[in-house]
């Protein structure tokens, strides 16, 4: 069996002179210098991504904790809201919070109470009468 042999190198892969080697030494000098900027430049972009992640995880967490909390103060003003109003007579038929309803009735109420008095002694006519839009001006002298 024939023993393997590497192959010899030709003479002029062994046989550089000084000026070639000296400049390849240069060109990676150089592209390793580039490569070191590059590489510290995304170093430094992933600190500053890092800490916006964690300002921004900090942030949600104190949304969703205020957001919590206004949730626990909605639902026991609801229920003062209620215990209010029941003790002020207004009957709550079923055990559902009525509160917001109870209320903006009331509000709607009153708002109406208001506004009936005043378009009346004015004589003005209320929304919705004849001729109180200018497409039906339009449409009733056609």
Do not use: F, W
């Not at 103060?73 to 079923?94: E, F, H």
């Amino acid at each position: 069996m024939a023993s393997y042999r590497p192959p010899t190198p030709s003479p002029r892969t062994v046989e550089m002179d000084h000026p070639e080697i000296l400049r390849t030494i240069a060109t990676l000098n150089a592209r390793s210098v580039r490569a070191e900027k590059i590489i510290a430049k995304y170093e430094r972009e992933l600190a500053i991504e890092r800490q916006s992640h964690r300002e921004t995880n900090k942030e949600l967490y104190e949304t969703s904790k205020v957001a919590e909390l206004l949730y626990n103060v909605n639902r026991k003003l609801g229920s003062a809201t209620d215990y209010i109003l029941k003790q002020q007579g207004m009957s709550l038929d079923d055990l559902e919070p009525k509160s917001v309803e109870a209320l903006i009735n009331s509000l709607v109420q009153q708002g109406e109470d208001v506004a009936r008095p005043t378009s009346e002694a004015n004589g003005e006519r209320l929304a919705g009468s004849a001729g109180t839009c200018p497409g039906e001006m339009n449409s009733t002298t056609m």
